[in-house]
């Protein structure tokens, strides 16, 4: 595998369920974050991981809780979700402390909640 | 709060026809990246931009980044239907954490569709 690698590709769950989500980078990279794409908005960031620390939450919701176990690994639980959350979730990571924050992004996992 | 204003939103145009799209802010980058996302895929990054005034050639495509390190502008030449996808460009900003990756904001994207 190269590049990012994220799993599953697409999830559909009902508001009770609990699911996770599965990112996994190959580049070396120490810098690992979560986005969210719905239509006709910008990527919103959610959740920024360096060194395996979180050092950003930008106010997301308890329903999601990323977990970073090592640098090449990137989680994001979802439990009791909502409609509107049914999205594009993007992995994406980059080589922390270089100067330009160019990021890497996986295919992403299209969710949809019932 | 940062905001990047892409334009126009949407553009659909004969193969072979040249183009331009935007992407401007009120606010200063230290840089900014042109990204290209096919549907089903992630966004692929295509250029940085760090120099204000500064123009960057990949083949048929052109970015140059504002003076002013606000702005920056994307030029496609006989363009293609391999072009076709949505093109989202991203500005940085220095990060409110140490040892953190410096933030970046990202505009809604252009979708372009280059009919063969």
């Known amino acids: 595998e190269t590049g990012v690698t994220q799993t599953p590709r697409h999830l559909v769950m009902g508001m009770t369920n609990k699911k996770s989500l599965k990112c996994e980078q190959h580049?070396?990279?120490?810098?690992m974050y979560w986005y969210k794409q719905s239509a006709k908005k910008p990527l919103e960031l959610m959740f920024v991981y360096s060194l395996e620390e979180r050092v950003e939450n930008n106010s997301v919701p308890s329903r999601f809780s990323p977990e970073c176990p090592n640098s090449s690994h990137l989680f994001l639980h979802l439990h009791t979700l909502q409609p509107e959350d049914s999205a594009l979730y993007l992995c994406a990571s980059s080589q922390g402390q270089a100067s330009y924050n160019e990021q890497f992004f996986g295919p992403g996992t299209r969710l949809t909640v019932l | 709060t940062q905001l990047l204003e892409q334009s126009p939103q949407f553009l659909s145009i004969q193969e072979g026809e040249n183009l331009t799209v935007y992407c401007n802010s009120s606010s200063v980058f230290s840089s900014l990246q042109w990204y290209r996302q096919e549907p089903g895929e992630g966004p692929v990054l295509l250029v940085t931009?760090?120099?204000?005034?500064e123009v960057k050639k990949l083949k048929r495509l052109t970015f140059q980044f504002g003076d002013a390190r606000k702005d920056s502008s994307l030029h496609i030449t006989a363009a293609q239907p391999g072009d076709t996808g949505l093109y989202l460009c991203a500005g940085s900003t220095p990060s409110n954490y140490t040892g953190a990756n410096s933030k970046l904001t990202f505009g809604k994207g252009i979708t372009l569709s280059v009919r063969p």
């Open positions: 931009v760090v120099t204000g005034g």
């Open positions: 580049l070396g990279h120490n810098a």
